[in-house]
């Protein structure tokens, strides 16, 4: 064999290795944030809600949760969603490690464009985002999917299917349940159902070990809700209790 093609014989094993190596690459946490852009989510409300993510991340309450962890980094995946077939990802894994990696995080997601505005499947949000973190490139023992929305499921299957097929793979489900200050006039039940959204969520979406729904009043505290969101899912404190009712509220873990 001559020297040369031994060369590029040894280059394609390396290339073809690299990608099992990047696999078992461990982090503390793999995080899907699945956001709501169905039709209730008007567009100043959709660009609060990118802009409370985008800016989330490089909250430095948020980079200090991140660095306590054992390995210092999680890796997370930026998916929209609405109707029963409408998810996509905007930003796929990445390892989050400090300021500079979600400042990368953030600037990407605010130059992207909307995904959809269809009706709202909380269930195809889930199954797709199971299969995310089941073909996710990297390994953590803490695999967790934070559902964003402003309206019960309405699309797709029951939601409560699709919620207890995750918990069977060992998922955790969160929910960030932004409140709406006037029902819809053609369909009041979706973002205002009996018991309220936040009571739905508990019900019939969050579950595994330790989840939690927190609430926004409104998407003006969205920014707030998801940092408070994001510290509970990353540092694993589901008991911090806000200091006033204007704070947003972190409720009662489901286990």
Same mark, same amino acid.
């Given at each position: 064999?001559?020297?040369?093609?031994?060369?590029?014989?040894?280059l394609?094993?390396? $290339?073809?290795?690299?990608?099992?190596?990047?696999?078992?690459?461990?982090?503390?946490?793999?995080?899907?944030?699945?956001?709501?852009?169905?039709?209730?989510?008007?567009?100043?409300?959709?660009?609060?809600?990118?802009?409370?993510?985008?800016?989330?991340? @490089?909250? @430095?309450?948020?980079?200090?949760?991140?660095a306590?962890?054992? %390995?210092?980094?999680?890796?997370?995946?930026?998916?929209?969603?609405?109707?029963? !077939?409408?998810?996509?990802?905007?930003?796929?894994?990445?390892?989050?490690?400090?300021?500079?990696?979600?400042r990368?995080?953030?600037?990407?997601?605010?130059?992207?464009?909307? @995904?959809?505005?269809e009706?709202?499947?909380?269930?195809?949000?889930?199954?797709? @985002?199971? $299969?995310?973190?089941?073909?996710?490139?990297?390994?953590?023992?803490?695999?967790?999917?934070?559902?964003?929305?402003d *309206? !019960?499921?309405?699309? *797709? %299957?029951?939601?409560?299917?699709?919620?207890?097929?995750?918990?069977?793979?060992?998922? $955790?489900?969160?929910?960030?349940?932004?409140?709406?200050?006037?029902?819809?006039?053609?369909?009041?039940?979706?973002?205002?159902?009996?018991?309220?959204?936040?009571?739905?969520?508990?019900?019939?979406?969050?579950?595994?070990?330790?989840?939690?729904?927190?609430?926004?009043?409104?998407?003006?505290?969205?920014?707030?809700?998801?940092?408070?969101?994001?510290?509970?899912?990353?540092?694993?404190?589901?008991?911090?209790?806000?200091?006033?009712?204007?704070?947003?509220?972190?409720?009662?873990?489901?286990?």
């Open positions: 064999m001559s020297r040369l093609l031994r060369v590029a014989l040894t394609l094993a390396l $290339t073809l290795a690299a990608p099992l190596a990047r696999a078992e690459e461990p982090v503390d946490l793999l995080l899907v944030l699945a956001a709501d852009v169905s039709r209730s989510v008007d567009q100043p409300k959709f660009k609060l809600q990118r802009e409370g993510y985008a800016a989330a991340l @490089s909250d @430095s309450r948020v980079l200090d949760a991140i306590s962890g054992r %390995r210092r980094r999680i890796a997370v995946c930026y998916v929209e969603w609405s109707g029963v !077939t409408a998810q996509k990802v905007l930003i796929d894994w990445m390892i989050i490690d400090g300021a500079e990696a979600a990368r995080f953030g600037d990407n997601l605010l130059e992207l464009p909307r @995904s959809f505005a009706r709202t499947s909380i269930s195809g949000a889930i199954d797709y @985002s199971v $299969t995310l973190l089941d073909q996710a490139p990297f390994k953590a023992e803490r695999r967790t999917i934070d559902v964003s929305g *309206g !019960t499921n309405n699309s *797709g %299957r029951d939601v409560t299917l699709a919620r207890d097929a995750a918990l069977a793979k060992g998922i $955790t489900i969160n929910g960030l349940v932004i409140l709406s200050d006037r029902p819809m006039a053609w369909n009041p039940e979706h973002t205002n159902p009996p018991g309220g959204l936040e009571k739905y969520y508990h019900d019939n979406v969050i579950g595994g070990t330790g989840a939690f729904v927190i609430v926004a009043e409104n998407f003006n505290s969205f920014g707030q809700a998801i940092i408070k969101k994001l510290i509970a899912e990353i540092a694993f404190q589901q008991d911090i209790v806000p200091s006033n009712q204007a704070t947003p509220k972190l409720r009662h873990p489901r286990g």
